[in-house]
């Protein structure tokens, strides 16, 4: 069954299930592109929930809520000023169900009405296919050092017209 999908703005009270689920989205769905290892220095566990709590009443993202799941938190999105994409993540519960499509389409019409002219994003292996099919371009593949760990990303541009 889909999930019917409201898209709101953050809440404080959001910081904890959004750290849980941004732990468990790297440490299930990501577990067919990286390797244990990798997973853990890319989020260790358990996760820093102080950490997380101050960046997301900072960044304050986009929050998608399951409506037939109780108001479930779905997953969510950043936008970062100027143009950059960041955590962009599902929860394993609603993965390949159109979630993070749904949070990237939310994010680029509020970037288009703040008259921004690209959007970035250092995009995962396996968020890449997701950000080639709304329309971004490979710029380089990155290495990227963690916790004695090399994450594969991939930064990616579009041009908003």
Not at 16 to 43: G, M, P, V
Not at 140 to 158: A, H, T, Y
Request: proline share 6%; hydrophobic share 40%.
């Amino acid at each position: 069954m889909k999930p019917d999908i409201t898209i709101r703005n953050y809440q404080k009270g959001d910081a904890k299930e959004l750290t849980d689920l941004f732990h468990d989205s790297i440490h299930a769905i990501a577990a067919t592109q990286y390797n244990a290892a990798q997973r853990e220095a890319w989020c260790p566990t358990p996760p820093d929930y102080l950490h997380w709590q101050t960046r997301l009443n900072q960044t304050k993202p986009f929050v998608a809520v399951s409506l037939l799941h109780g108001g479930q938190i779905a997953g969510f999105i950043e936008l970062i000023q100027p143009d950059k994409i960041d955590c962009l993540y599902v929860h394993p519960a609603f993965a390949r169900q159109g979630v993070a499509g749904q949070l990237y389409k939310h994010l680029e019409n509020k970037a288009r009405q703040q008259n921004m002219k690209r959007l970035l994003v250092d995009a995962s292996l396996l968020a890449k296919p997701l950000f080639e099919h709304v329309g971004f371009t490979e710029i380089r593949r990155n290495e990227v050092p963690r916790n004695d760990q090399i994450l594969i990303n991939f930064s990616m541009i579009k041009t908003l017209t």
